[in-house]
């Protein structure tokens, strides 16, 4: 049975259409070509750098019979292209990822508070919100620390004018060297509600 071969190549060689015998291998029909293009190299060297492939899918094998190529097997064209083959690289790619993969490895970050819990929100936000506690619970120890290095500073600025505790000393200002105390329970009432307001919009995070 024979069958028509539609060969597509490339400037400066036309397409070529030939009848060869079904069970023509296609080695065999690239010596077909050779015959009407003398310019293409031989069969017979080591480095063939031409190939004879459908248009679609991988490249046969050299002895593949044409009847294989066509289809149901009712047809009787089969579509080749000539096509150069083309060489490999030198290699050493796989040794070049795995280096890469070692500095990539080698540059790995504790930082994850971009990540989000179970719930959705960011770690980051969490670790804000504890802090934002625990600065909320240190509040009266920073106020007494406060008013002791007022307490202190007043102390020495006494010392230093020469006043006794009982607020007596020598100047001839009867208020000077004594202590004032400023009490606003309102104040104090809203600062204290505040506080807590804060601590338990905290807790709802």
């Known amino acids: 049975m024979a069958t028509t071969v539609l060969v597509s190549a490339f400037p400066p060689f036309n397409t070529l259409t030939v ?44 002895d593949t019979r044409l009847y294989s190529l066509l289809g149901n097997g009712r047809e009787s064209l089969v579509s080749l292209r000539l096509i150069p083959r083309v060489r490999g690289g030198k290699g050493g ?17 504790s930082n994850n508070d971009s990540c989000r819990d179970l719930s959705g929100r960011r770690l980051s936000t969490i670790k804000e919100a504890k802090k934002l506690a625990e600065y909320i619970e ?17 102390e020495a600025l006494e010392k230093k004018l020469g006043m006794n505790k009982d607020g007596s000393g020598g100047s001839t200002d009867p208020l000077a060297g004594k202590k004032h105390r400023l009490e606003d329970t309102e104040y104090l ?14 807790s709802l995070c």
């Not at 009432?189 to 905290?202: F, Y």
């Open 19 to 62: 009848s060869v015998p079904s069970d023509t291998s296609l080695i065999d029909l690239y010596d077909l070509l050779t015959e009407r293009y003398p310019q293409l190299p031989s069969n017979d060297s080591n480095n063939l750098d031409l190939v004879l492939s459908p248009h679609s899918g991988p490249i046969p094998p050299a």
């Open 138 to 154: 240190s509040e009266p120890a920073r106020k007494k620390a406060q008013q002791e290095a007022q307490r202190a500073k007043l």
């Open 93 to 109: 790619f796989g040794s070049q990822l795995r280096a890469a993969g070692g500095r990539m490895s080698s540059q790995k970050t």
């Open 189 to 202: 009432e809203q600062t204290k509600d505040l506080v807590d307001n804060v601590k338990s919009a905290v």
